[in-house]
């Protein structure tokens, strides 16, 4: 017997990010839209805990007990008193190390089908509550659609959306780490007062509207500063989407791969394209949303 879990990206299309906390995090205002890029976790039973990955950039996937589908699996064996005793198969399609919630896409995937494999009849509360420990991004993957996440971006209120929106994403030849990211956004505003963030209602009523012109006009990611004061190369990437008819450009999430909102699907295959013969990314892929979140197959 198993179980296999669909789990998509995400894109921010807002991220808002406060000063650090006490703690270290820092608050945000992160409106996410989960895209149809997906991992899929399948869950068997075994003698031990194992992971193993297959697909793009597999080679970079942890398969040790830091991997965050295997600390799914921990966190609710532990709370079950089960021993996890599974294989986890992480089928790999979202870029690693790229800003778009790979890694917390395993996790949910994980959580929500070992869930299924054991019976544990966990609540959906207790699930993202669980998903919550794990990462600030987790719970999102769990939900999907689109949802405003506060506090360190785990605390979520769905969002209307009242249409699809078409992406292209560009691909960077390297990762950047989302800690180093947040440190260079400290350094870079340090000394500065930086007012709490919030969502911005002019892109909240894009989104309900469906109005892709209206939410290209509303994007926003205050990391994007300090990804691109790492990775300056990404500010090619973003020109040539913009040049090839892209409504908006901007860094996804922590970065580095490079996001831009058209107005239809023919349009996202001109700039996959463009971008692709530029030479200023790895490879691109296009993908709409909202989609759903984690989603037994």
């Known amino acids: 017997m198993s179980v296999t879990v669909r789990v998509p990206a995400k894109v921010n299309v807002q991220l808002g990010v406060g000063a650090a906390r006490p703690d270290g995090f820092h608050d945000l205002a992160n409106v996410f839209l989960a895209v149809g890029l997906y991992d899929e976790v399948t869950v068997t039973p075994a003698d031990e805990l194992r992971v193993t990955c297959a ?18 699996a921990l966190a609710l064996a532990e709370r079950r008193g089960i021993e996890p005793a599974v294989h986890l198969h992480i089928a790999k399609d979202i870029p690693v190390a790229g800003g778009m919630a790979g ?3 395993d996790g949910a995937g994980a959580l929500v089908a070992c869930d299924a494999l054991w019976g544990t009849g966990a609540t959906r509360a207790e699930l993202l509550d669980i998903c919550a420990e794990l990462g600030s991004d987790v719970p999102f993957s769990l939900v999907g659609g689109a949802a405003l996440g506060t506090g360190r971006g785990e605390k979520l209120a769905p969002l209307e959306v009242g249409g699809t929106f078409h992406w292209v994403f560009a691909m960077a030849e390297r990762g950047l780490s989302t800690p180093a990211v947040f440190h260079e956004f ?30 290209a006009a509303a994007l926003t990611n205050d990391l994007q500063p300090a990804a ?11 020109t040539t989407g913009h040049q090839a008819g892209a409504l908006a450009a901007l860094v996804s ?27 200023t990314c790895r490879t ?10 984690a989603t037994v197959l």
């Open 186 to 215: 400290d350094r870079l505003t340090e000394g500065r007062e930086i007012p709490a963030p919030e969502a911005d209602p002019a892109l909240l009523a894009a989104l309900s509207k469906g109005d892709p012109e209206a939410l």
């Open 253 to 279: 999430g922590s970065g580095p791969t490079t996001a831009f909102l058209v107005p239809d699907a023919p349009t996202a295959t001109r700039v996959a394209a463009a971008l692709q013969d530029s030479g």
């Open 103 to 105: 890694g917390s896409a």
């Open 284 to 293: 691109t892929r296009t993908a709409a949303g909202p989609v759903p979140g």
């Open 55 to 72: 697909g793009p950039d597999a080679a970079s996937v942890p398969l040790d007990r830091t991997n965050l589908a295997a600390r799914a």
């Open 228 to 238: 691109l004061s790492l990775y300056p190369e990404l500010a090619a990437t973003l």
